[in-house]
């Protein structure tokens, strides 16, 4: 199967005043795909995205999403995507079904929210506000707020930080399901394990220049071509499998 391009990235900058946080980045985002955005705080990850997601300015460079070049038609990329919106502008006194279709209504899309909570595993709290919600589901119901209008990708800015492990899990299989039903997902972690488990591929940036891009299995095995080796044995789990046999895998009603 060969991959069809769905974003392309071309000597991507952007300027904050003199200071340069995105230096000239190219890549790919292939269609169907889950794409992470790795590095640090502060190396241009978030910029990047919301310069994609036409909100934000470039400084110069191209950006073409399906097909749709960013300078013309701005618009018609907003109408192809699903943008995770800022938590404070859910209005504190409507419900999540309240919500959903105010959100349909705001992109002129008949939404049956019963069907898009069920989706996100969040039926149960149709009647509930969002400030009740837990972390994780705060974080499912906010994903499903870019389903709405039935986008062909999705941009995920860091959605798991500061979830705790079921909770992170947890929203690994929605990703996954959304993937897998035909969305692309382009998103942004600092957590490389999450990445080695949810991303097809993955660009890593640092201070605004992408310092590698490919499958987490070719990157490490590249590491590994060049004689690199752990320092101790590594053993067969970790300290989070621990936990997540010990709490159980389960989805909890407040993951
Ligand atoms: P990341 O998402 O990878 O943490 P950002 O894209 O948010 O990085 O930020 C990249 C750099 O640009 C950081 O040094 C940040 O301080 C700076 N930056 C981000 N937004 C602005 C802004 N509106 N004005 C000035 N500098 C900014
Ligand atoms: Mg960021």
């Known amino acids: 199967m060969t991959a069809t391009t769905i ?14 946080a995105v230096k000239g980045i190219s890549f790919d985002v ?28 470039k400084t110069s460079g191209s950006v073409t999403v ?14 192809i995507i699903g943008v995770q919106l800022q938590t404070s502008g859910y209005y504190p006194g409507l419900n999540l079904t309240e919500l959903i279709a105010l959100f349909g209504g705001l992109y ?5 929210p019963l069907e898009l909570l069920d989706s996100v595993n969040l039926r149960d709290k149709a009647k509930a506000k969002f400030k009740d919600l837990s972390g994780g589901q705060k974080q499912r119901f906010s994903i499903a707020t ?37 969305t692309t997902v382009i998103l942004t972690t600092h957590y490389m394990d999450e990445a080695e488990i949810l991303c097809d591929r ?11 891009l490919d499958t987490p299995d070719k990157l490490i095995d590249k590491l590994v071509d ?24 389960a989805l909890r009603a407040d993951a």
Request: aromatic letters at 6%.
């Open 202 to 212: 993955v660009a890593i940036i640092d201070a605004g220049r992408i310092i590698a």
């Open 108 to 112: 002129n899309r008949r939404v049956n």
């Open 146 to 182: 870019t389903l709405i209008n039935d986008p062909r990708i999705i941009f995920l800015d860091e959605p798991t930080t500061g979830l705790d492990p079921q909770a992170r899990r947890n929203l690994w299989d929605l990703i996954r399901q959304i993937r897998d039903r035909g």
């Open 30 to 57: 292939f269609e169907g795909e889950i794409f992470g955005l790795l590095g640090p705080n502060g190396a241009g990850k978030s910029t990047t995205l919301e310069i994609i997601e036409t909100l934000r300015q």
């Open 7 to 20: 974003i392309s990235i071309r000597d991507l900058t952007k300027k904050y005043g003199d200071f340069e």
């Open 66 to 79: 399906n097909g749709i070049d960013l300078d013309k038609h701005p618009d018609r990329i907003k109408e």
């Open 226 to 249: 060049t004689g690199f080796e752990r320092p101790k044995e590594v053993k067969q789990a970790n300290l989070e499998d621990v936990f997540i046999q010990l709490t159980g895998h």
